[in-house]
């Protein structure tokens, strides 16, 4: 059993910072795809970002690209989401995923290729 523990949540004002960080457990950690996600009050969820098994790769949402990075740091099996210049719209429920044994270190933007969920933590953003 996988399991995603995510921190990091808060209160803010707009052009603030925030990292989130998600603590995974499992040895397959190294070679996992991780993903973040974002769910708003009335909104769909919606793909944040995310990076593979090795760290080589990431990708974006438009939204986000250039102030949000994704990292992790495989001894610590931990996934980070460093968001930088923090808008209103990005108020959300942040959710770290972690990708099952297809596909396992390859990432993706789809939620549906995630098989494993953290409970999500709150980011709000004042104007």
């Known amino acids: 059993q996988v ?3 995510e921190s990091g949540g808060g209160l803010v004002q ?6 989130l960080s998600c603590a995974a457990s499992g ?3 190294s070679t996992t795809a991780m993903g973040w996600f974002r769910q708003a009050p009335g909104k769909e969820r919606e793909f944040v970002a995310a990076i593979s098994g090795s ?3 990431t990708d974006y949402t438009n939204s986000v690209k250039g ?5 992790r ?3 610590k099996n931990t996934v980070y ?6 808008k209103p719209e990005d108020t959300a429920v942040y959710y770290c995923a972690a990708r099952g044994a297809l596909g396992r270190s390859i990432l993706t933007t789809n939620s549906r290729e995630y098989s494993y969920w953290g409970q999500g ?5 004042s104007s």
């Open 3 to 5: 399991q995603l523990v």
């Open 14 to 19: 707009a052009g603030d910072s925030l990292r």
């Open 27 to 29: 040895r397959s950690f």
């Open 55 to 57: 760290g080589r790769s």
């Open 67 to 71: 102030r949000f990075t994704v990292s």
């Open 73 to 75: 740091d495989n001894a």
């Open 81 to 86: 989401l460093q968001m930088n210049s923090l």
């Open 121 to 125: 933590t709150q980011v709000t953003v």
